[in-house]
T-cell receptor
Framework: NAGVMQNPRHLVRRRGQEARLRCSPM?????VYWYRQLPEEGLKFMVY????????ESGMPKERFSAEFPKEGPSILRIQQVVRGDSAAYFC?????????????FGSGTRLTVV | GQQLNQSPQSMFIQEGEDVSMNCTSS?????WLWYKQDPGEGPVLLIA?????ELTSNGRLTAQFGITRKDSFLNISASIPSDVGIYFC????????FGTGTKLQVIP
């Protein structure tokens, strides 16, 4: 997992608050993917971004969730008005432009707990 | 949507035993990937398979890309305690879809 940095590692939010999860891809990687993992389940695709572009957001809930990957800075996954069901581990992965997604590299995740 | 089913869901084995797990899909994939996830960490790629029928090894791990392109198998030989974790298969067609996972416990 070295290279893809996610922060915070743990995040606690009260219902109704906003959660912001950050992902800094590996150096030279311009593709970022976000996945959600519920306890005891596999990873579910949420969104695929390149710099300043959302390529595939077919896994994103229609409301309250948004993602961006600006020209400068990390990718951000934002969850507005969090509910208990949003509690999960959120993983980010990155890949270089000429190596999508053959074994892209994952970060260590952000564990969101909504109380 | 695409769905990957892994079996078994979980397994307890004695150290030194061999392990087999498999993954089946309702859809054809062009690439199969096997990942391992340690507790509290993100998945780490173990093996990638690019061609139907392909058999690839990585140390004590061997994986096969099924002929039908709808399944894949992972074998671990002579298991050791650090093999503990959750193993995920993943298929690539456009984007990566993960399986449901096989939780492996190794008894020393």
């Amino acid at each position: 997992n070295a290279g893809v940095m996610q922060n915070p590692r743990h995040l606690v939010r009260r219902r109704g608050q906003e959660a912001r999860l950050r992902c800094s891809p590996m150096k030279g990687h311009s593709h970022v993917y976000w996945y959600r993992q519920l306890p005891e389940e596999g990873l579910k695709f949420m969104v695929y971004l390149q710099k300043e572009n959302i390529i595939d957001e077919s896994g994103m809930p229609k409301e309250r969730f948004s993602a961006e990957f600006p020209k400068e800075g990390p990718s951000i996954l934002r969850i507005q008005q969090v509910v208990r069901g949003d509690s999960a581990a959120y993983f980010c992965a990155s890949s270089p432009p000429d190596y999508p997604p053959y074994g892209y590299t994952f970060g260590s995740g952000t564990r969101l707990t909504v109380v | 949507g695409q769905q990957l089913n892994q079996s078994p869901q979980s397994m307890f084995i004695q150290e030194g035993e061999d392990v087999s797990m498999n993954c089946t899909s309702s859809s054809i994939f062009n690439t199969w990937l096997w990942y391992k996830q340690d507790p509290g960490e993100g998945p780490v790629l173990l093996i990638a398979l690019y061609k139907a029928g392909e058999l690839t090894s990585n140390g004590r791990l061997t994986a096969q890309f099924g002929i039908t392109r709808k399944d894949s198998f992972l074998n671990i030989s002579a298991s050791i305690p650090s093999d503990v974790g959750i193993y995920f298969c993943a298929g690539l067609r456009g984007r990566v879809t993960f399986g449901t996972g096989t939780k492996l416990q190794v008894i020393p």
